[in-house]
């Protein structure tokens, strides 16, 4: 195995005493495509920062490409390619311009930056825009724009904070279509979503992480393996009636989770478990077999939904 | 075989880290100039409006003060003008300045406050490898990419209508620039601190500025006003770099001292201003 591009060993950062990340440690492998998994405020964007070499970090160790973001910061950030939460072009500038200026901040000569730029405009599938301005560009054009800015210094790792979200699901697909692309090419991809789906899409191993703890770390497939069931039994009887019925039909299935719209029921086989729930005589309002996902992996680990 | 894998892996780390060493030079560099160059590409969205302004401005103002309110004065005051020069003469420097402290009070404002806040591009900056400081700098720069050819149209409006007595008036361009510079500075360290509009731009321009442009002997020489007003003066870049830009222009007596203490209180400022702005930008972009 080669060296880890990113080490990160009790990393700690604290807002006056409430630590919003609280002694993480994680390793990413180049080429890798790794996640941080976890509801809003979980301090996953903290985490990113830290690793993006702009905050600060309040204790730990954290070597990115072999060196300390605190003594090296620029040196550091030379080397990622940054997609933050919040999309941060230059509204003033057009699109071809916002690829140019970003390129010359890494000391790229003009004249290349500019080729750059009309490659990743073709890679983003933006060539017709390149002129246009900012603000007129859609959700996910904007998004996908903000991703070709980061490619300018081709990167050795990809830092995406939340990257679909706010996008409608075709917007999505397609942008995960890029960063596939990106995958292929052996850029290793750190991201941080809320998205389960998203998680298991994109990422090769991914830490569940709640407030600012890691709760869980492997492969999607293996934690769902762990931590979950083969199937889960979604049943609703109505929100005043859930936690009557769950306790009639406690002893089904492996275990039950009850949420205030409905049961979830966990199982190897689902239509079995559903069968008994009708051969009692209670009949759902609505009811659903499906795979276990990593929404159930984090629902298991903390007792709470992903997105709240 | 332990050894031969953990040898190679460090190579490998060595390696990167020494490609991420070499490739954080330029931008260490010159990562001020990038931010400068930003700044003034995005300038070009409103480059009529700069030109406009800097050729209309001084136009407008010398031919006001100069054909219609000076003809007055030098009449009422005859064989005198005002502190021993024709008015227009007298109140070219000042305009002069405030040609640049009017540049100042745009580009230290609202592109400042924007940067974090409307167009956050700080934080796109901050994310590449350019520093805080280096964002400060290269906001200056450019600021004063701007403000010195404005002031140098000035001045050649001002030799134009021949308000400039002195040789040595060309120098005046300088310290105008060093009197908006100063103004940018300590704005911008105000600005750069801004997390929500509430209005505190107008408030700038309006109480700062505005006032500092009539009580600074801009008009009038600032003996004229009350004991109790000068002070406005004294504090004031504009009242310093008016006289600064009077002596070098008509070679205006005052005592040498008193040319220093301009020059030192102005570059008092812009060094205070661009320190303090540097750590407010730092510090910010760091949480």
């Given at each position: ?51 993006g ?21 620029p040196e550091v950030r030379s080397q990622l390619g940054v997609v933050p939460?919040?999309d941060n072009l230059d509204m003033e500038l057009r699109v071809r311009d916002n690829l140019i200026v970003y390129g010359r901040y890494f000391g790229i000569p003009n004249k290349t930056a500019g080729k750059k730029a009309d490659e990743l405009l073709e890679f983003a599938q933006l060539s017709d825009r390149a002129k246009a301005k900012v603000?007129?560009l859609?959700?996910?054009m904007k998004r996908r724009l903000t991703i070709a800015r980061s490619l300018m210094n081709e990167p050795r790792i990809l830092l ?18 890029r960063?596939?692309r990106l995958?292929?090419q052996?850029t ?121 | ?18 490609r991420a060493l070499a490739a954080g030079v330029k931008p260490r560099k010159y990562g001020s100039w990038y931010v400068a160059e930003h700044r003034i590409r995005s300038m070009r969205s409103?480059f ?67 940067g974090?806040?409307?167009n956050p591009i700080f934080y796109g900056m901050n994310a590449a490898p350019i520093s805080?400081?280096q964002i400060?700098n290269g906001m200056?720069i450019a600021?004063?990419a ?142």
């Amino acid at each position: 195995m080669s060296a880890p591009v990113i080490t990160a060993n009790l990393l700690t950062k604290k807002y006056k005493e409430v630590a919003a990340v609280d002694g993480i440690s994680f390793e990413v492998a180049p080429g890798e495509s790794f996640g941080l998994l976890g509801p809003n405020g979980a301090g996953k964007s903290t985490t990113m920062r830290m690793v993006g070499a702009v905050s600060t970090r309040t204790s730990g160790d954290l070597s990115i490409l072999g060196l300390d973001p605190n003594d090296h910061g620029p040196e550091v950030r030379s080397q990622l390619g940054v997609v933050p939460q919040q999309d941060n072009l230059d509204m003033e500038l057009r699109v071809r311009d916002n690829l140019i200026v970003y390129g010359r901040y890494f000391g790229i000569p003009n004249k290349t930056a500019g080729k750059k730029a009309d490659e990743l405009l073709e890679f983003a599938q933006l060539s017709d825009r390149a002129k246009a301005k900012v603000d007129d560009l859609s959700g996910g054009m904007k998004r996908r724009l903000t991703i070709a800015r980061s490619l300018m210094n081709e990167p050795r790792i990809l830092l995406l904070d939340e990257p679909t979200t706010g996008l409608d699901p075709q917007a999505r697909h397609i942008l995960w279509d890029r960063l596939f692309r990106l995958k292929e090419q052996g850029t290793t991809l750190v991201l941080t979503t809320h998205y389960m789906d998203e998680a298991e899409q994109l990422c090769d191993r991914l830490v569940v992480v709640d407030k600012g703890t890691i709760m869980a770390e492997g492969a999607p497939a293996a934690l769902i393996r762990q931590y979950s069931t083969r199937e889960v039994v979604e049943v609703r009887f109505g929100s005043d009636r859930n936690a009557e019925v769950a306790e009639r039909i406690r002893g089904i299935g492996e275990r039950i989770e009850v949420l205030p719209d409905r049961i979830l029921i966990y199982s190897e086989n689902g239509e079995a478990e559903l069968q008994k729930i009708t051969e009692m005589g209670l009949e759902p309002i609505t009811s659903l077999v499906r795979r276990s996902s990593l929404e159930d992996v984090f629902l298991r680990l903390t007792g709470r939904s992903l997105i709240e | 075989m332990t050894d031969s894998t953990g040898s190679r892996q460090t190579t490998a780390t060595l390696q990167t880290a020494e490609r991420a060493l070499a490739a954080g030079v330029k931008p260490r560099k010159y990562g001020s100039w990038y931010v400068a160059e930003h700044r003034i590409r995005s300038m070009r969205s409103y480059f009529q409006t700069i030109i406009a302004t800097s050729i209309g401005n001084p136009l407008v103002y010398l031919f006001a003060l100069g054909v219609g309110l000076a003809s007055l004065v030098d009449k009422s005051q005859v064989g005198q003008g005002v502190a021993g020069v024709g008015y227009l003469a007298f109140v070219a420097p000042a305009l002069l300045a405030t040609a640049a402290v009017t540049v100042a009070g745009e580009e230290a404002t609202y592109p400042m406050m924007m940067g974090f806040k409307w167009n956050p591009i700080f934080y796109g900056m901050n994310a590449a490898p350019i520093s805080g400081n280096q964002i400060v700098n290269g906001m200056t720069i450019a600021i004063l990419a701007r403000m010195l050819p404005t002031a140098v149209l000035y001045f050649v409006v001002m030799v134009l209508f021949g308000a400039v007595p002195s040789t040595l008036g060309i120098v005046s361009v300088f310290s105008a620039v060093l009197t908006g510079l100063a103004v940018a500075l300590v704005i911008m360290s105000y600005t750069s601190r801004i997390e929500e509009d509430k209005g505190q731009m107008a408030m700038i321009m309006r109480f700062g500025i505005l006032p500092m442009f009539l009580f600074s002997g801009t008009f009038f020489p600032l003996t004229q006003l009350p004991v109790y007003l000068q002070w406005i003066g004294w504090i004031s870049p504009l009242w310093h770099g008016t006289e600064l830009g009077r002596v070098l222009s008509y070679g205006m007596a005052e005592p040498t001292w008193l040319t220093v203490v301009h020059v030192a209180y102005l570059g008092a400022l812009c060094f205070f201003g661009w320190k303090i702005t540097q750590r407010v930008v730092t510090r910010r972009l760091n949480k």
